[in-house]
């Protein structure tokens, strides 16, 4: 059924590796694959901004990443595309997942992943903020 999924959406390979790009050059990411009990093969990457995750990008099966938002954002984009919705246990109102290979443009796609970046980065504290900057700066 996964290669149904991927066969039914052509661009999603091309995004998630776009993607895989985009979120691995930002600063002070790590990228931390998480593979289902028994299976040696990831399912999913978290991206994390100083231990907190800022993105969730499915590396099997079907293919598309979860990223943080404004609440109002998320509902308007919800409105706008069919290919975002909810996918997972976290809060609806702020998580939105984006299916890859949909009608939702790469651009846009990118554009949410960078502003879930600086949203959780924002968040951070005055220690973790100077630490990320030392790290941009490396």
């Known amino acids: 059924m996964a290669k149904k999924a991927a066969e039914a959406k052509p661009g999603a390979a091309r995004q998630t590796?776009?993607?895989?790009?985009?979120?691995?050059?930002?600063?002070g990411v790590t990228a931390h694959p998480m593979a289902p009990p028994r299976s040696a093969a990831p399912m999913v990457v978290l991206y994390k901004v100083m231990a907190k995750t800022f993105a969730i990008l499915s590396v099997r099966g079907d293919a598309f990443v979860l990223v943080k938002t404004?609440?109002?954002?998320?509902?308007?984009?919800r409105g706008q595309y069919e290919g975002i919705g909810h996918r997972s246990h976290l809060d609806r109102r702020f998580w939105i997942a984006i299916d890859l290979g949909s009608d939702v443009p790469l651009k846009e796609t990118k554009r949410l992943a960078a502003d879930s970046y600086?949203?959780?980065a924002a968040s951070l504290t005055k220690a973790q903020?100077?630490?990320?900057?030392?790290?941009?700066a490396a």
């Open 118 to 120: 600086a949203r959780v």
């Open 70 to 77: 404004d609440a109002h954002l998320a509902e308007m984009l």
């Open 129 to 136: 903020k100077a630490a990320l900057v030392k790290l941009e």
């Open 17 to 27: 590796e776009a993607l895989k790009a985009l979120l691995g050059a930002l600063p």
